[in-house]
């Protein structure tokens, strides 16, 4: 069972960008689809996009102009930037895996433990 | 963007009771080319990341036990524990892969009765 382990500040300031980093232990990162999903508190999980070893990525409407993310395979991470954030992107980002053959449709495979991120001046 | 919606929003069985679990999609979420339903269902226990239970709305992950059960197509879809064990207490999602952006449904919490 791959465990993925995300790093990054837990206090982020209004108008500022958020960066997080998955670590993909094994190799593995050249296989499989990655993608951010996020929980508010005591809330429901929201889909932010994923990327692919190739750099290919697909990202939320809802989120896409403030979304970036990237990869690197050379240190198996791959990370995610949200600009301009408010409290409204507090929540707990997980990073998440999974695989697709041909077109990429997949389920989240593996889940990292989560990063509680809070916006907060 | 495809809704997902389901039903209850909260559930409390017995224990060795059977546990049914609704989801909608506003639209179909079935590939007309392999005849799949991009239909997941996970399973998130309290301070616990989700865990995959079912993808391709029917088939059980590795490791998970067969007393879980995904059903359905189009767009109506159904995970059942046919007995509800105490380790089940967990907020449940369905999630649609078939088109982006993923969506979730809101989650069912089942506790005990």
């Known amino acids: 069972q791959m465990q993925l382990q995300e790093s990054g500040p837990g206090l982020v300031k209004p108008s500022e960008t958020l960066s997080l980093t998955c670590i993909v232990p094994g190799g593995s990162i050249s296989t499989y689809y990655w993608s951010w999903v996020r929980q508010p508190p005591g809330k429901g999980l929201e889909w932010i996009g994923y990327?692919?070893?190739?750099?290919?990525?697909d990202y939320s409407p809802s989120l896409k102009s403030r979304v970036t993310m990237s990869i690197d395979t050379s240190k198996n991470q791959f990370s995610l930037n949200l600009s301009s954030v408010t409290a409204a992107d507090t929540a707990v980002y997980y990073c998440?895996?999974?695989?697709?053959?041909?077109?990429?449709?997949?389920?989240?495979?593996?889940w990292g433990q989560g990063a509680l991120v809070t916006v907060s001046s | 963007d495809i809704v997902m919606t389901q039903s209850p929003d909260s559930l409390a069985v017995s224990l060795g009771e059977r546990a049914t679990i609704n989801c909608k999609s506003s639209q179909s979420v079935l590939f007309s080319s392999n005849n799949k339903n991009y239909i997941a269902w996970y399973q998130q226990k309290a301070g616990q990341p989700p865990k995959v239970l079912i993808y391709w709305t029917s088939i059980r992950e590795s490791g998970v036990p067969d007393r879980f059960s995904g059903s359905g197509s189009g767009t109506d879809f159904t995970l059942t524990i046919s007995s509800l064990q105490a380790e089940d207490v967990a907020v449940y999602y369905c999630q649609q892969y078939y088109t982006t952006p993923w969506t979730f449904g809101q989650g069912t919490k089942v506790e005990i009765k």
């Open positions: 998440a895996g999974g695989y697709s053959v041909g077109y990429p449709r997949f389920y989240f495979q593996y």
């Open positions: 990327i692919y070893y190739s750099g290919n990525t």
